[in-house]
């Protein structure tokens, strides 16, 4: 399995993002999908999460309504759509994924692949 992540960039507050994260090795509708961040001097932690074939996703409760996860099968893409970007959410974004329905979606641990990071860089 392998997980290419990619999109970032520097943009200002209030503008959006979307990153996306390639998958190959593996059978893309039954795994599940997830995007963590690690900012600087912070440990990583968790941001979006969406089961496999995308049947339910969940957020960290400060991204709730500004990120968006989704899943292009087609493509064996997952994205994560950045709105209202602030300061705060400059991070290396990182895109995770495991086999089958993950039940405690915010543990790194349940995790066993992931990409290598893209840096996100939010000014004022």
């Known amino acids: 399995v392998q997980l290419q992540a990619s999109g970032g960039g520097s943009v200002k507050t209030g503008e959006s993002l979307k990153l996306s994260c390639a998958a190959s090795?593996?059978?893309?509708?039954?795994?599940?999908m997830a995007w963590f961040r690690q900012a600087p001097g912070k440990e990583r932690e968790f941001v979006a999460y969406?089961?496999?074939?995308?049947?339910?996703?969940e957020y960290q409760d400060s991204m709730k309504g500004r990120f968006t996860i989704s899943l292009e099968k087609a493509k064996n893409t997952a994205y994560l759509q950045m709105k209202s970007l602030k300061p705060e959410d400059t991070a290396v974004y990182y895109c995770?994924?495991?086999?089958?329905?993950?039940?405690?979606?915010?543990?790194?641990?349940?995790?066993?692949?992931w990409g290598q990071g893209t840096e996100v860089t939010v000014s004022s």
């Open positions: 995770a994924a495991d086999f089958g329905r993950i039940t405690s979606q915010m543990r790194q641990n349940n995790y066993r692949y």
């Open positions: 090795g593996m059978t893309f509708s039954s795994f599940a």
């Open positions: 969406i089961s496999p074939a995308g049947a339910g996703t």
